[in-house]
């Protein structure tokens, strides 16, 4: 459901979950890109007595269309966590003639940084690692300050600008 204040900002549904399938790309009779993929929700319930408690696992169909589901090929990996926005649905299976629900996202955002293992991507850095770095370079700025000291300077050198 989209609805749109009366200052102009335009509000969807939005999802948070996992890519729970892998992602299937095939193409509409008219050549658009569709993307479907089944997507998890763990959730969780707060009891004051016992704290938080998990509840099964749901799963939902999630498509996409266009530019979307292009994007959505190249960014998303089983297991990945996503946030989409677009809205709800109801259809008829093709096979089952039942109706069934599935969101039609119009945009993905992926909610983690990659993994390691997936080819093409940054490497994830934590900040554990960021901390390390930062330990490191201010443990190591007197000596090379002591070492810049020494070395002689010449009249035509540029000057460092960082470290």
Known sequence: MSTDSTTGLEMKDSIYAFVASKPQLTYT??????????AGQRHRHYDPEAGWQNQPTTFHDVVAFKGAAQFG?????EKDRFIAQGSLREYTNKHTGEREEQFEATRFLPATPPSKNTGGRAP??????????????????????????????????????GL
């Open 29 to 38: 009779e008219n050549g658009d890109a569709r993307l479907y993929f089944k």
């Open 124 to 161: 994830r850095r934590t900040l554990e690692r960021q901390s390390q770095s930062r330990e490191a370079a201010s443990a190591g700025a007197p000596q090379i300050e002591q070492a810049q000291r020494r070395a002689p300077q010449s009249q035509h050198a540029t000057p460092h600008i």
């Open 73 to 77: 090929v190249e960014h998303l990996r």
